[in-house]
């Protein structure tokens, strides 16, 4: 089965300090996107960051970067100079293209707190 | 532009009725997907349609169906509704069905069944 694992539920971080939210993933596909989706309270899914797997080189924007470990199935975040804006729930998800169907598996999500 | 649409906000419905949700997606957009997101999760795949063909579908039961209009906009129906149904049901739009076009989601539409 395709999964994607996200072990940790909570994380706190203070303002302008750096977080890395962990994620693990499981596909037999060779051809897969990989990426980082935020949901704020508003409930809209936005997208962070995104990592093509072949793609050497880590994805960044801005204060947001990605260790992508494609033999570990790796793909962590992390997120520098953390602002109170950045609290929400994390997905880690990924797409894989088989021709049939391009849907994203999601994992269950972290909720990332600020403190001030 | 208008980003993904997606009506009704909210709404209740009772055990055994029956829901339709609708979702507008990006203009040019072709491909729109439907998910279902239960409180503390992750969102589901529940379908997804490009050409107004369904082109994928998620672990779901026959009591959910969709389609897609000439227009590119789409219809999610649930039937026979059960308790379990409540979720935030999240519509997306891409360009086209390949993984390189991002999908764009749309606000969501919270369903509770009482």
């Known amino acids: 089965a395709q999964t994607v694992t996200q072990s940790q539920p909570e994380m706190s971080v203070q303002e302008a300090e750096t977080v890395t939210l962990s994620c693990t993933y499981d596909?037999?596909?060779?051809?897969?996107?990989l990426f980082w989706y935020k949901q704020p309270p508003s409930r809209q899914m936005i997208l962070v960051i995104r990592q093509e797997a072949y793609k050497q080189q880590n994805a960044t924007e801005n204060r947001f970067s990605v260790n992508f470990q494609k033999a570990a199935k790796s793909f962590s975040l992390k997120i520098s100079d953390s602002q109170l804006g950045d609290a929400a729930m994390y997905f880690c998800a990924y797409r894989v293209n088989t021709g049939a169907n391009s849907k994203l598996t999601f994992g269950k999500g972290i909720t990332l707190s600020v403190r001030p | 532009d208008a980003g993904v649409t997606q009506s009704p906000t909210h709404l209740i419905k009772t055990r055994g009725q029956h829901v339709t949700l609708r979702c507008s997606p990006i203009s040019g957009h072709k491909s729109v997907s439907w998910y279902q997101q239960v409180l503390g999760q992750g969102p589901q795949f529940i379908f997804q349609y490009y050409e107004k063909e369904e082109r994928g579908r998620g672990n779901f039961p026959d009591r959910f169906s969709a389609r897609q209009f000439p227009n590119y906009s789409s219809e999610l129906n649930v039937n026979a509704l059960l308790l379990g149904d409540s979720a935030l049901y999240l519509c997306?739009?891409?360009?086209?069905?390949?993984?390189?076009?991002?999908?764009?989601f749309g606000p969501g539409t919270r369903l509770t069944v009482t």
């Open positions: 596909t037999s596909e060779s051809d897969y996107y």
């Open positions: 997306a739009s891409s360009l086209a069905q390949a993984i390189s076009y991002e999908q764009y």
